[in-house]
């Protein structure tokens, strides 16, 4: 049920892509203590987009989720930022990160809700 959604501007040839699907994939199953078969990761590069008026390297993730704790957001933007720095070279400062804590009725999976 965990949704990771990373936009950015740069370009990343298809098996770094993979690389970072998975390594995100992992950190965010891990981060939530939730079952990484359940968590989803897409990537969409490069975008057209600007940060501070300026193309340079940046990046906005979106982290939904059934049961996002507000107390675990600061530790996952750590590690979600991290992570961007690794692989794509975006500077932290560079980067947003949205949380959304999604009720289980408007969730569904499976033909059903959670």
């Not at 794509?88 to 809700?113: C, H, V």
Request: proline letters at 8%.
């Amino acid at each position: 049920m965990p949704y990771l959604k990373i936009q950015t501007n740069q370009e990343i040839e298809a098996a770094a892509a993979q690389n970072l699907l998975s390594e995100a994939s992992r950190l965010v199953a891990a981060q939530l203590g939730k079952p990484e078969s359940y968590v989803m990761v897409a990537l969409q590069p490069p975008l057209p987009m600007l940060f501070a008026g300026k193309p340079d390297a940046t990046a906005y993730l979106e982290l939904k989720s059934i049961g996002l704790p507000e107390s675990k957001t600061a530790a996952l933007s750590a590690a979600l930022c991290e992570l961007m720095e690794t692989h794509l070279q975006i500077p932290k400062e560079r980067i947003y990160i949205e949380f959304s804590d999604a009720p289980r009725a408007m969730w569904g999976w499976n033909g059903a809700t959670f």
